[in-house]
């Protein structure tokens, strides 16, 4: 069966210090990867989505980056945080093919606290 | 643009009954997705059903059932025999293409004992 891991659990960073978020996708290959983004109290904003290693498509400009060095691990960075990053984020991977390809699992997430 | 509306910012229902949460989208096209999703305490995002537009027939999991209204833009979900372990957030959520999910803003729902 599949499983998705995201690490860490919980961070609390300072302002202007660089952040590193990892996913982990197991028992699939190839499959489509993607991060968003929740705020307290709201949905969903889909930040990166990535079609194979190396590949990235960025939905909304901001202080963040999106990379995929291997076929299941997927890492969100920052340079510098803002206090605007604080949030919630999910990874979520979606299978290349198969009866369910149209729908996304997603990982436990990360707490992200920017102070 | 596809937009997804979450009319009801929080529901309750006694444990046991019969709630149903609502959900419009907003979209030009005739071939897409549609999805509830749950969100307990925990914040892990679980699937709970999904819709294919072509489909006629409404979708049934276990307690879970959605009413599908295509030309209405509607899709709500109804979760019978409630129980304690419903208590999360819900969220509606739409696909056309594979890789640009929608998510409406999500529907609190407790249930109470």
């Known amino acids: 069966s599949q499983t998705i891991h995201q690490w860490p659990a919980t961070l609390v960073q300072p302002v202007g210090s660089p952040l590193s978020l990892e996913c982990t996708v197991e028992?699939?290959?190839?499959?489509?990867l993607y991060w968003y983004r929740q705020a307290a109290g709201r949905g969903l904003q889909l930040l990166f989505y990535?079609?194979?290693?190396?590949?990235i498509s960025s939905e909304v400009p901001q202080n963040l980056s999106a990379s995929r060095p291997q076929d299941r691990q997927f890492i969100l960075s920052s340079k510098k945080l803002l206090l605007s990053d604080s949030g919630f984020y999910l990874c979520?991977?979606?299978?290349?093919?198969?009866?369910?390809?149209?729908?996304?699992?997603f990982g436990p997430g990360t707490r992200l606290l920017v102070l | 643009a596809q937009t997804v509306t979450q009319s009801q910012p929080e529901m309750s229902v006694q444990e046991a009954e019969t709630v149903t949460l609502s959900c419009t989208y907003d979209?030009?096209?005739?071939?897409?997705?549609l999805f509830w999703y749950k969100q307990p305490p925990s914040r892990q995002m679980i699937l709970v059903i999904r819709q294919e537009a072509y489909k006629q027939q409404n979708a049934t999991e276990n307690r879970f059932s959605v009413n599908f209204q295509k030309a209405a833009k509607s899709f709500s979900l109804k979760i019978s025999d409630s129980q304690l372990g419903d208590t999360a957030m819900y969220f509606c959520?739409?696909?056309?293409?594979?890789?640009?999910?929608?998510f409406g803003a999500g529907t609190r729902l407790t249930v109470k004992p």
């Open positions: 979209t030009s096209e005739s071939n897409y997705y």
């Open positions: 028992g699939t290959s190839n499959p489509n």
């Open positions: 990535s079609v194979g290693i190396g590949q």
């Open positions: 979520a991977w979606r299978p290349y093919t198969g009866t369910t390809q149209e729908t996304q699992y």
């Open positions: 959520a739409f696909m056309k293409q594979p890789n640009d999910m929608r």
